[in-house]
Nanobody, 127 residues
Framework: QVQLVESGGGLVQAGGSLRLSCEAFGGHFSMYPMGWFRQAPGKERSFVASISWSGYRTNYAGSVGGRFTISRDNAKNTVYLQMNSLKPDDTAVYYC????????????????????WGRGTQVTVSS
C-alpha cells in the first residue's frame, strides 16, 4: 500500500508561483511513474503533468506547458510541481498519483492508469 501526501497549496495572486510537494510512504517510489492532476470547481479531474521513474521523461498538459515543471527526488520519496506564471484558471484542487510498474520512459496521462492517489491540496489564484 502506498500513501501519498500533498502539500504546498495556498492562495497566490495571478502571475505568482507555488511549488507543490507530494511525499510517498510505503511501496517503491523510485520505481513508480508519478503524476499530477487537478480538479477545478464544477469540472472533472484532468491531467497536469507526469514523470517517469528516474525523471528521464516528463509529460505535460498543453495548458501548463512552459509554466509548470514536474520533478522528483527519489532519495526523499517526493515529487514536485513548480508552478509559475499562475492564472486564475489554474485554481483547483491538485492531486498526485502513483503508478506502480511500467518502464522508465512511461509517463501516463490517463487517470485510470494510476493506482494510488493523495487527498489533494487546494491552489487558489486570485486575479
Amino acid at each position: 500500500q502506498v500513501q501519498l501526501v500533498e502539500s504546498g497549496g495556498g492562495l497566490v495572486q495571478a502571475g505568482g508561483s507555488l511549488r507543490l510537494s507530494c511525499e510517498a510512504f510505503g511501496g517503491h517510489f523510485s520505481m513508480y511513474p508519478m503524476g499530477w492532476f487537478r480538479q477545478a470547481p464544477g469540472k472533472e479531474r484532468s491531467f497536469v503533468a507526469s514523470i517517469s521513474w528516474s525523471g528521464y521523461r516528463t509529460n505535460y498538459a498543453g495548458s501548463v506547458g512552459g509554466r509548470f515543471t514536474i520533478s522528483r527526488d527519489n532519495a526523499k520519496n517526493t515529487v514536485y510541481l513548480q508552478m509559475n506564471s499562475l492564472k486564475p484558471d489554474d485554481t483547483a484542487v491538485y492531486y498526485c498519483a502513483a503508478k506502480p510498474g511500467g518502464v522508465d520512459t512511461y509517463t501516463p496521462a490517463s487517470q485510470g492508469e494510476y493506482d494510488y492517489w493523495g487527498r489533494g491540496t487546494q491552489v487558489t489564484v486570485s486575479s
